[in-house]
């Protein structure tokens, strides 16, 4: 085997892949026909053959502009994807919370170039974006909710279909509103079952609404840690709080409430759950209602309320509550110190 030529007048690695981070349609275009992508953009020899053979340690070795070394003799599977068994694929892309800026390229050219794309989004720019992408393809599941139904049983009804347009041959694209995992039984539970039948299946991350929390209002969950809790489930569930850690309560403005609606939710638990909440972190603790910006040049919907004061009219379905610490977290000196991480200042 011969060491990969580095010296060439083409594109490189480098310029390739950026240039595909930026273009969707390029990328939607190389994931279905690679070489003609490779071709016209010019990529050099060496990444040609890295990049379709899979070949990660030479990829690295030419993106960091290292030596590179010798090709392996067995060829890996092509483009490092480990293809299914079977015909039918599952892609599960996120639309982000806010579609204009959020959308990932990578969802995008999914979107674009499967035959299929079903979703289930609430921001008309996210369902036009899809639509306009995917004319004939393009089929929206907000139909399986219907008012007052147990949302368990929609969400079986969109895993049926889902598994069926794959396992008619059809490469099946669902799009899912923020991350699409994130509160998406449906999007798991599909690609478990398509897994189990030797169907490729798999999910991409997307931008969720407790990203944007992070971002609107300018806390890092690594300073004290960060408890994500569903509502109802922090309600019903024996569950140890830590009151020295930030808490995220998703689906406050449906706590107790496992029916569809399209409207406002029954919320006659809201009362049990502020008082679990006061239990843990003080009454007069202050706690944040937030809801993220779903359109451009909007501000996010910030209001702080002191947990005795909550009342289901300051929540909506889109609503989540951020409870920040209320305690001082205790350091274990002793290991510190001997793990070097602590100096006594009384000491000096
Ligand atoms: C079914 S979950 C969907 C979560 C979504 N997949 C994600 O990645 O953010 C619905 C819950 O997400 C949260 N949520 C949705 N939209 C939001 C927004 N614009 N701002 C804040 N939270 C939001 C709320 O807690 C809401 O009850």
Redesign the pocket.
């Given at each position: 085997m011969t060491a990969p030529n580095t010296a060439s007048a083409d594109v490189s690695l480098r310029q390739f892949l950026s240039r595909l981070s930026v273009e969707p349609m390029a990328l939607a275009e190389f994931l279905q026909d690679p070489r003609s992508v490779i071709k016209r953009f010019a990529l050099d020899e060496p990444g040609r053959t890295a990049l379709t053979h899979g070949y990660e340690l030479q990829m690295w070795e030419l993106l960091l502009r290292l030596p590179v070394t010798p090709w392996p003799e067995a060829d890996g599977a092509a483009n490092g994807q480990a293809a299914g068994s079977q015909h039918g694929s599952l892609t599960v892309v996120?639309t982000g919370?806010r579609t204009l800026g959020q959308l990932t390229a990578e969802a995008i050219a999914w979107m674009k170039v499967s035959d299929t794309v079903l979703y289930a989004v609430v921001d008309p720019v996210a369902e036009e974006v899809i639509r306009t992408l995917n004319p004939a393809g393009a089929l929206s599941l907000m139909g399986y909710y219907v008012e007052n139904m147990a949302r368990d049983l929609t969400y079986e009804a969109m895993v049926n279909h889902i598994v069926s347009c794959v396992k008619a041959g059809q490469r099946t694209c669902v799009a899912?509103?923020?991350?699409?995992g994130?509160?998406?039984y449906p999007a798991h539970e599909a690609i478990r079952r398509l897994r189990r039948e030797g169907f490729q299946a798999r999910m991409l991350p997307?931008v969720?609404?407790?990203d944007?929390?992070f971002a609107d209002l300018g806390v890092d969950p690594a300073r004290t840690g960060c408890q994500s809790i569903e509502a109802s489930h922090f309600l019903l569930f024996d569950k140890t709080i830590d009151a020295t850690s930030a808490l995220i309560l998703?689906?406050?403005?449906?706590v107790g409430d496992n029916t569809y609606h399209s409207g406002r939710y029954k919320l006659d638990a809201f009362p049990l759950m502020a008082s679990k909440l006061s239990d843990v972190y003080g009454g007069s603790h202050v706690a944040t209602v937030?809801?993220?910006?779903?359109l451009p040049g909007m501000v996010?919907r910030v209001k702080q309320v002191a947990i005795e004061n909550l009342t289901p009219d300051d929540v909506t379905?889109?609503?989540?509550l951020y409870v920040p610490p209320s305690k001082r977290r205790v350091l274990n000196r002793e290991l510190a110190s001997r793990l070097g991480l602590y100096r006594d200042r009384r000491k000096r």
């Open positions: 996120g919370i899912l509103y923020g991350h699409p994130i509160f998406a997307g969720s609404a407790e944007c929390l998703w689906q406050v403005g449906a937030y809801e993220a910006a779903i996010p379905p889109a609503s989540t």
